[in-house]
């Protein structure tokens, strides 16, 4: 089920003292993940009031890894669709596919937008699939 107020299920959770910083952490970065970011202000009180000051850098560091930790920063990736998978066999422990999955079978089908993905050369119009270009 999609929990509608996160906030007031993750403060109870980040106020706990028997918690350790990094299960705090992992918590901070799930309701980021699951809110596809949150604002600077938000993120600096949560730091702030939990007292992880000194290891903040695990959460921010996440941009790098182009995940949207501040919501400004949403606005500058790609709006990727994403490919119907309910149908597939999935492992008990892996029903989540990654976004990159689904570009690289795109890629090698040259289903990329080309405005998107300027730098991935289509195949030749010769092509017939039975090699690497």
């Known amino acids: 089920q999609k ?6 299920v993750l403060l109870p959770v980040l106020l706990n003292k028997s918690h350790d910083s990094y299960d705090k ?3 901070i970065l799930l309701y980021i993940f699951s809110t596809n970011g949150t604002t ?4 600096d ?8 000051e ?4 695990m959460i921010r ?3 790098y890894l182009d995940v949207p930790v501040i919501s400004s920063f949403v606005t500058q ?3 990727y669709t994403r490919r119907d998978r309910s149908k597939e066999e999935t492992f008990q422990l892996s029903r989540w596919t990654p976004v990159i999955k689904d570009v690289m079978e795109d890629a090698i089908e040259n289903k990329l937008d080309s405005k ?3 730098y991935c050369s289509r195949c030749p119009p010769t092509w017939n699939g039975s090699g690497a270009v």
């Open 25 to 27: 952490i992992r918590a």
């Open 77 to 79: 990736q790609h709006n």
């Open 116 to 118: 998107d993905w300027p």
């Open 45 to 52: 009180k949560l730091i702030q009031n939990v007292q992880i």
């Open 61 to 63: 560091n996440w941009k």
């Open 54 to 57: 000194s290891d903040s850098d």
């Open 40 to 43: 600077q202000e938000n993120l």
């Open 3 to 8: 929990v509608k107020d996160s906030m007031r």
